[in-house]
Every structure is written in C-alpha cells, then in structure tokens.
C-alpha cells in the first residue's frame, strides 16, 4: 500500500484556472520592472517543459501545476533575484540545494543567465514526474 503524502501545510492550496491571464497580470502589475525579463524567461521555461498547467497566484507567489498531479512549482518574485520553490522537491535527486525539512526544496537565481542553467531545466523536468501539493 502507497504510503499517503503528509499535506505541504495546514494552508489551503490555491485555486486553479486554466487561464494564463492570471500569470500575465501578476507578472505585469506585481513584479519590480528590474525583475521581470528574468521572471517571464522562467516562466517560458516551465511552459516548454511541463504540458497541461494550471495556474493560480497566491500569497504573492504564482502557482504551476497539473489537474493530474497538484501544485509543482511556486514562483516567488523579489525586487533582485527569484525564488523557484519545488512542492516535492525533497524526493529530487539531486535535490535542489536551498531548503530543510518538509517537502520543498528551492533554488534561488539572480540572474537572466542562471535561468536556462542545466540544473535549473533538469529540476523543472523532474518536478513533472512526481505528485504535487494537493
């Protein structure tokens, strides 16, 4: 018998729409203008890597997903540098290096170029393959 995951936190998940518009507002009204062109490029990222994604902003943060697997990636947007947070990343291996206990392990870029980092492409890749925060 498959043991049941542990829920991400007390908090609800957020709640997912098929419209992309929610990702483009938080990205053009919420995001410093510094910030942005790193922000849009993770984001093109995820889309090329991961099909059938739901979306939702909560807490600040945009949320990607799948119906079938749950929450995947939070992506949180900070006046110089950004924050790709794995819900499951602690099944990763290699993990992602930021992050202790619980479920979720990120990574923390600071600039453009770090964004198309191999590590940064075979994470999003492996957050795809395992159940998400539901």
């Known amino acids: 018998m498959k043991k049941q995951r542990k829920p ?15 990702i483009e507002d938080w990205m053009s009204g919420r995001i ?3 910030i942005q062109p790193m922000i849009k490029e993770i984001d093109s990222l995820i889309h090329d890597l991961i099909p059938n994604l739901q979306y939702a902003i909560k807490w600040g943060n945009a949320y990607y ?26 099944a990763f291996d290699p993990q992602p290096p930021l992050g202790t ?12 170029d770090e964004v198309n980092d ?8 492996q957050a795809a393959t395992l159940d998400g925060w539901r």
């Open 8 to 22: 991400l936190s007390t908090k609800k998940p957020p709640f997912p729409s098929k419209d992309y518009k929610v």
């Open 32 to 34: 410093m203008p510094g």
């Open 65 to 90: 997903g799948t119906n079938e697997l749950g929450w995947l990636i939070e992506l949180a947007a900070y006046d110089v540098s950004a924050n790709i947070v794995f819900l499951s990343g602690a």
């Open 101 to 112: 206990g619980g479920e979720t392990r990120y990574i923390k870029l600071n600039t453009i």
């Open 118 to 125: 191999q590590h940064v492409i075979d994470f999003i890749k």
